[in-house]
Every structure is written in C-alpha cells, then in structure tokens.
C-alpha cells in the first residue's frame, strides 16, 4: 500500500478550538488532497499540496508537507461543529494516473457546540 | 449537471445476483473513476476512463467486474455474480482533467449483499 496511517483516528473537540489531523505515506508523490466525507455522502476536496509546497492555506484550514518525513497534517483553526466528519488524506504517486488517489482511513472529528 | 450523480442510492441483492450501478458526471468532465469504500473508511480505486476510453484499470477485480462509459449514456459499474465482500459504499468522481487535479464525489450507491 502506498499509504500510510492517519492520526489520530477520532478526534473529539469544543467549538472554537483548533483541530489538528496527521497523514503519513509510504511513497513518494506529486501531490497530496485533503477531502472530507458528511455522513452518508461522498468527498468534498478541501485543499491540494503539491510536491514541492510546505505549506498552504485556505480560508479556515492550514497544511503542511514533510516529504522527508513523508507527512502532512490539516489544520483547522476555529472549529465549528459543522466541521464535524470525516477527513482523508490522499496521494497521487509519481508516475500514478490522473485522478488515481491513494487514501488514508481517515479521522473522524467531531466538534461540539 | 454541476453534481455527479450516482444511482440508485441503495441497492440490494442476494449472494450470486447482478448488480449495475450508474454514474452521470459533472458535463464538461472527460475523466471518471469508480472506488470502493469498505467499512466506512478504506477507499479502493477500481477503474477510471478518460471520455469513453479505459484509462487505468489497473485496480479492477476483472473476474466479476465490468464497467463503461457510452457516449450520451451514464457510465456504469457491473458486478456480476455479487459476493458478500461486495458490499461496499460504491463512489463514482469526475474531473476536468486539467492541471488542477481534485475529484468531484457523488454520493455513492450503497450496495448490500445478503
């Protein structure tokens, strides 16, 4: 398997504090994608980090990459408890065809109001 | 459409029946990819076509595993002779193809094998 663990595997938090979530990997990549999953739906992309980035930002959500480490962590600061789901990190592999993602088993955050 | 849509949201068969699941991607989207979500966490890439083209389907289990995309038609998923370790959330995505690389989700079709 390409992918690694996601960290932790549940995630329980207040409304207002920030939510921290890891990813590892096994190989090495060309990009990583942040998705979440709303219970009983599919993924909604959140953010892309590619190879040579460290860092990127949007809106309410912070990640980073480590390819040394072969890591990445989503933050998300401000938490509501629309936050609450399900987060997965996925891979694309250098040399990988277009849209084939390796996926993590995700951590389930759940934020309380 | 602006969603891919996926049906029936549901489906169930017994243990040896067919199963045929449907995808309509987003227009304008030339790719579309088939995974397999077990046990609400693992997803499984299957297949992905460019157009009506097979473009990768390198994780396809080809014994009971079909799918297409027909021009003018929604793109299908076929099990045949379903299995109990079938049962799976089934999530169609599409993508433009371009540089920026995100999947657009549908729902999925939960399919339950009895």
């Known amino acids: 398997s390409q992918q690694g663990e996601e960290d932790p595997q549940a995630l329980s938090i207040q409304e207002g504090e920030n939510a921290t979530m890891n990813c590892s990997y096994k190989?090495?990549?060309?990009?990583l994608q942040w998705y979440r999953q709303n219970s009983g739906r599919g993924l909604v992309h959140l953010i892309l980090?590619?190879?040579?980035?460290r860092e990127k930002h949007s809106g309410r959500l912070r990640v980073t990459l480590d390819t040394s480490k072969k890591s990445s962590s989503l933050l998300i600061t401000a938490s509501r408890a629309a936050d609450t789901a399900s987060y997965f990190c996925?891979?694309?592999?250098?040399?990988?065809?277009?849209?084939?993602?390796?996926f993590g088993r995700g951590t389930q955050l759940t934020v309380w109001p | 459409g602006e969603e891919v849509a996926q049906t029936p949201k549901h489906l169930v068969r017994g243990e040896g029946q067919k199963a045929k699941l449907y995808c309509a991607p987003i227009k304008g989207h030339s790719y579309v990819f088939w995974y397999q979500q077990v046990l609400k966490n693992e997803f499984k890439f299957l297949i992905s076509f460019q157009n009506e083209n097979v473009f990768d389907e390198t994780g396809m289990p080809k014994e009971r595993f079909s799918a297409k995309c027909l021009p003018n038609s929604p793109c299908s998923l076929e099990i045949q002779a379903t299995k109990l370790e079938d049962s799976a959330v089934y999530f169609c995505?599409?993508?433009?193809?371009?540089?920026?690389?995100?999947?657009?989700f549908g729902s999925g079709t939960q399919l339950s094998v009895l």
């Open positions: 995505a599409s993508s433009p193809g371009t540089v920026d690389e995100k999947l657009f």
């Open positions: 980090i590619r190879s040579n980035e």
């Open positions: 996925a891979t694309v592999g250098r040399g990988s065809t277009l849209g084939r993602l390796y």
């Open positions: 190989t090495s990549i060309n990009n």
